[in-house]
């Protein structure tokens, strides 16, 4: 793919963007919760259609899958996520949610956005694609079990399997017009842990007469923690975080009956995660047993490690140099953050990177999951341009 390919692109991608950012402000403002895309799937639809594309609806729910005839039947597959997150915006925009309390404040209205404007772009050179493209919209990653495993139980990455999957997604510390990458491991694995401890309530000045769950969950936790610094190698990044503490009754002077804790422990390693699991279990029922008390402990595995294929990721590198010049394409260190994408690199060669979409001189800064987050819209014209590039000069 030369030159020519990639200038028609750009050129494609500049004429697309004021239709690409109404979209992207219609799906903003219509946020849809995890694996409730029902509007979100029947939008998208209707486009592809009017675009006169073949795209098949109801995959693991709200999924839908779209397929452009290249010159070859090999595939390579393009992915965005669907839903929105739980939050009440507090953007002062035209385009600010009509549903208090949801709100695409991780990007995923960017990335649909940017997904379709590649869509469109692809679908007027199919003629030159070197291979047909699996264009993929996926339901439910901000939940699990994740759309990814779900889509993929559904054959998604089947007849014929991919040559390579590709994704972005939004990232403010980076400004728009630049993209992050890394290779090999990039995102942890991520699990919820949720522990109840029960024992016998009672006055607090006789502490004789009770089994004081508060005193065995807070050995617990400290016990818990060690499991990372005694247990896992130096070398692989792990975490192991508890943000929920509550006693089911209790007061100054009344110890309560029941304790339970939430927490996520995340790795960059598959063995050690699942040792890691077992010692939990381990610390739970024996830290219990010294107590007095009795105890259950819930492992809700979540996803897994994100592993940008090596070879893939360096070819993707070096196409977005040519797309975008070695100064807007930077390289990115690890992150304990997880990502359902991270079931399509555990089957198929897989990228996933990261488009800029901050703007300090707009203030545009405010991170993902927050109230305030949005994007410096001049994103959009990298990210759908860029996708359709990789699409056509990876393989």
Same mark, same amino acid.
């Given at each position: 793919?030369?030159?020519?390919?990639?200038?028609?692109?750009?050129t494609?991608a500049?004429?697309?963007?004021g239709?690409?950012i109404?979209?992207?402000?219609? !799906? =903003?403002?219509?946020?849809?919760?995890? #694996?409730?895309?029902?509007?979100?799937a029947?939008?998208?639809?209707?486009?592809l +259609?009017?675009?006169?594309?073949p =795209?098949?609806s109801?995959?693991a729910?709200?999924?839908i899958?779209?397929?452009?005839?290249?010159?070859?039947?090999?595939?390579?597959a393009?992915?965005?996520?669907? *839903?929105?997150?739980?939050?009440l915006?507090?953007?002062?925009?035209d385009?600010?949610?009509?549903?208090?309390?949801?709100m =695409?404040?991780?990007?995923?209205?960017?990335?649909m %956005?940017?997904?379709?404007?590649? +869509?469109?772009?692809?679908n007027?050179?199919?003629?030159?694609?070197p291979?047909?493209?699996?264009?993929?919209?996926q339901?439910?990653?901000?939940?699990l079990?994740g759309?990814a495993?779900l889509m993929i139980?559904?054959?998604v990455?089947?007849n014929?399997?991919?040559? %390579?999957m590709i994704?972005q997604?939004v990232?403010?510390p980076l400004e728009a017009?630049q993209?992050?990458?890394r290779?090999?491991?990039?995102?942890?694995?991520a699990?919820?842990?949720?522990?109840?401890?029960?024992?016998?309530?009672?006055?607090?000045?006789?502490?004789?007469?009770v089994?004081? @769950?508060? !005193?065995?969950?807070?050995?617990?936790? @400290?016990?818990?923690?060690?499991?990372?610094?005694?247990n896992?190698?130096?070398?692989?990044p792990s975490?192991?975080?508890?943000g929920? #503490?509550n006693?089911?009754g209790g007061a100054?002077?009344?110890m309560?009956?029941?304790?339970?804790?939430?927490?996520?422990?995340?790795?960059?390693d598959e063995?050690?995660?699942?040792?890691?699991?077992?010692?939990?279990?381990?610390?739970?029922?024996?830290?219990?047993a %010294?107590?007095?008390? +009795?105890?259950?402990i819930?492992?809700?595995?979540?996803?897994?490690?994100?592993?940008?294929?090596?070879a893939l990721t360096?070819?993707?590198?070096?196409k977005? @140099?040519?797309?975008?010049?070695?100064?807007n394409?930077?390289?990115?260190?690890?992150?304990?953050?997880s990502?359902?994408?991270a079931?399509?690199?555990?089957?198929?060669?897989?990228? #996933?990177?990261?488009l800029?979409t901050g703007?300090?001189?707009?203030?545009?800064k405010?991170?993902v999951? +927050?109230?305030?987050? *949005?994007?410096?819209?001049?994103?959009?014209?990298?990210?759908?341009g860029?996708? %359709?590039?990789?699409?056509v000069?990876? @393989?």
């Open positions: 793919m030369g030159p020519a390919l990639l200038s028609d692109i750009k494609e500049k004429a697309l963007l239709e690409i109404q979209i992207r402000r219609h !799906l =903003h403002s219509n946020p849809e919760l995890s #694996f409730q895309e029902e509007k979100t029947q939008f998208i639809s209707e486009l +259609t009017k675009w006169q594309i =795209h098949q109801g995959i729910g709200h999924g899958v779209a397929t452009i005839q290249g010159k070859s039947d090999q595939i390579v393009l992915r965005a996520d669907m *839903d929105a997150l739980p939050i915006e507090k953007n002062e925009v385009y600010i949610s009509k549903f208090p309390g949801i =695409h404040a991780c990007g995923h209205d960017v990335h %956005a940017c997904l379709l404007g590649a +869509t469109h772009i692809l007027n050179i199919k003629e030159q694609l291979t047909s493209l699996r264009i993929v919209f339901p439910g990653e901000e939940k079990p759309g495993s139980g559904e054959g990455l089947q014929p399997e991919p040559l %390579a994704g997604h990232y403010l017009g993209v992050g990458i290779s090999g491991l990039y995102m942890a694995s699990d919820e842990i949720y522990i109840t401890i029960q024992g016998k309530g009672g006055h607090a000045a006789m502490p004789h007469e089994n004081d @769950v508060v !005193l065995a969950a807070s050995q617990m936790i @400290v016990a818990l923690q060690q499991i990372v610094s005694r896992a190698r130096p070398i692989i975490v192991l975080s508890f929920k #503490f006693t089911i100054t002077n009344v309560p009956d029941e304790v339970k804790i939430e927490g996520t422990f995340r790795t960059m063995a050690w995660r699942s040792q890691a699991h077992q010692l939990m279990t381990n610390i739970v029922q024996n830290t219990c %010294a107590y007095g008390t +009795t105890g259950t819930e492992i809700r595995k979540g996803y897994p490690c994100l592993i940008n294929d090596e360096q070819k993707i590198r070096s977005m @140099v040519d797309y975008l010049g070695k100064d394409v930077i390289d990115l260190d690890m992150r304990m953050t990502e359902d994408f079931f399509y690199s555990q089957v198929v060669p897989s990228c #996933f990177y990261r800029g703007n300090t001189s707009k203030n545009i405010s991170p999951h +927050t109230s305030t987050f *949005d994007i410096d819209e001049d994103a959009l014209e990298t990210g759908m860029l996708m %359709a590039w990789l699409a000069s990876t @393989v």
